[in-house]
C-alpha cells in the first residue's frame, strides 16, 4: 500500500494563499496548472514535512477541512511564524492530553493545520 497521501485544500484567492502558505509557513510552490488563461488555479506546495494541493476548482474539496502535519522541533517552528509577524494569525504552542505539542492555524479559506510534535516519554 502507498504511504503518501497528499490532502487537497480549498482556496479563492491565489495571493491571499501564497501570503498564507509561502511567506507565512514557508511552503515552496512546486508546480501551478491551468487549462486556460482565466481559469481555475491548482498547484502544489510542499515543506520537510507535507505535500499539499490547493484548488480554485469548485468541487475538488470543500473547505473547513483539518489536517495534522507531524514536525521536528515545534518551539523553532512556533517562534519562526511568531517572528514573521503574520497579520491575520498569532498562534500559540499548546501541549495536549494525548501527548503532543501543537501549534494550530487556520488559512484564509478555513481549513485547518494543525502542526505537532509527540512529547518524549520518559
Known sequence: MNENITPIFRMFDVEKAREFYVEFLGFQIDWEHRYEDHFPLYMQISSPS?????SEHHGDACPGSAIRVQVENIELFHQSL???GYMYARPGLEETPWGTREVSVTDPFGNRLHFYQPIAQS
Do not use: A, S, Y
Open 50 to 54: 507535507c505535500t499539499l494541493h490547493l
Open 82 to 84: 511568531l517572528h514573521k
